[in-house]
């Protein structure tokens, strides 16, 4: 199990360079990656483990170039758990350094991961009050509804674990966030949640 360390800000180009492999990897299929989890939030503790998101247009063309993925050194695990989803994991020297979560393009789990990524930057004091502590519970604002109705953590929206009918919405925090950045614009779309 990897330890949550200081985040370094190596990580970003760690991201660039696994991203600039697996694109070549991938040639000619065409895919879309994104820094996503702990390590993709400046200044948060995380654990050393690069996440990426990838969208391609098709799983079948995915699945038929897997081999290309193995042979950079991810493991192949298929949807594991997550039904639309191709999840890859890479070791250097034995420990975990990689997670590589591919979907469809604009499937909802991407533009989940998304905004949740873009709601912890935009929001640092949220992002380095509880995730630096790795809570299950990240934005206080969004806590309340989501638990009394749903009973579930937000963290579990993050990588994909139920409440597909709350996609949009989430969807719609995560623009609300990036294109107006103030904390009375997301509390009025929170609302309706």
Known sequence: MSPVVP??????????????????????????????????????????????????????????????LVAIGFEARGEYGIPGRRYFRRSEAGVRSHHLHIFTAGAPPVARHLAFRDYLIAHPDVALGSVAHHRPV???????????????????????RGLEELD?????????????ERESSLDLHLFDL
């Open 168 to 180: 949009e919405r989430l969807v719609r925090v995560g623009r609300t966030v990036r294109t107006e």
């Open 138 to 160: 990240v934005v206080p604002a969004v806590v309340e509804p989501l638990q009394a109705r749903h009973q579930l953590h937000l963290r579990d929206l993050a990588i994909g």
């Open 7 to 68: 985040h370094d800000p190596c990580w970003a180009m760690h991201y660039a360079e696994t991203a600039a492999r697996v694109s070549t990897a991938l040639a000619p299929l065409p895919v879309t990656l994104h820094h996503i989890g702990s390590t993709a939030v400046p200044g948060i503790m995380a654990k050393p483990i690069i996440d990426i998101l990838g969208e391609v247009e098709s799983l079948d063309a995915l699945d038929a170039a897997t081999p290309r």
